[in-house]
């Protein structure tokens, strides 16, 4: 390779667009003395990641496609909504719910809007600490949760479980709690 003309040895009908733009990052990185080459995925690598990342892509809108109908829930909705059931007394602290829930607090904030505005959640300040506000659901929040859990664990059936063999599903728990670990997600309740 040479950098005056961001060349690379390789068969003709192999240099394309893209690898003459790798071959440019190449040189610069040689150029500025930074010669360490990125740890490339496999094959077999690059097949795991794509299918986890159509995962991430596809099935949160298959999810929240079917709250929606059949409940009238977002899947941020429904995750806060289940996440406070689990909770102890079915009340939580909303820095607790953003952290289980993956969630910002400003987005937090306005799905607990929304759901202070339906009926099904009160927020208040803690008692033991009245810089921080709690979630609790209310008796018709809790209702609500009964009523889109079914038609949740279905989805969840459909698009996951079903088309999985029960040595799969071990697989998958194994596999996913390895990548839990390694983003250090939280510990979530079931």
Not at 61 to 70: H, I, K, P, W, Y
Not at 82 to 103: C, D, H, K, Y
Not at 123 to 140: C, I
Not at 159 to 165: A, F, K, N, R
């Amino acid at each position: 390779m040479t950098c005056s003309d961001f060349t690379c040895k390789a068969n003709s009908n192999q240099i394309t667009l893209k690898v003459k733009r790798i071959c440019k990052v190449e040189c610069m990185a040689d150029q500025e003395g930074l010669d360490n080459e990125p740890d490339w995925l496999t094959s077999d690598e690059q097949d795991a990641w794509v299918s986890l990342w159509t995962v991430m892509e596809w099935l949160p809108g298959r999810l929240d496609a079917q709250l929606q109908s059949d409940s009238g829930l977002s899947l941020a909705e429904y995750n806060a909504l289940s996440q406070i059931s689990m909770a102890p007394e079915a009340t939580i602290r909303l820095s607790e719910l953003a952290v289980l829930a993956n969630m910002k607090l400003p987005h937090l904030s306005r799905v607990m809007t929304r759901l202070e505005k339906a009926g099904w959640v009160t927020r208040f300040p803690d008692p033991s600490n009245g810089r921080y506000t709690l979630a609790q659901l209310t008796e018709s929040g809790v209702a609500k949760v009964k009523e889109a859990a079914p038609g949740h664990v279905s989805a969840v059936r459909e698009y996951v479980i079903g088309s999985l063999s029960p040595a799969q599903i071990q697989a998958m728990t194994e596999v996913n709690s390895a990548i839990a670990g390694a983003i250090d997600a939280p510990h979530v309740n079931r």
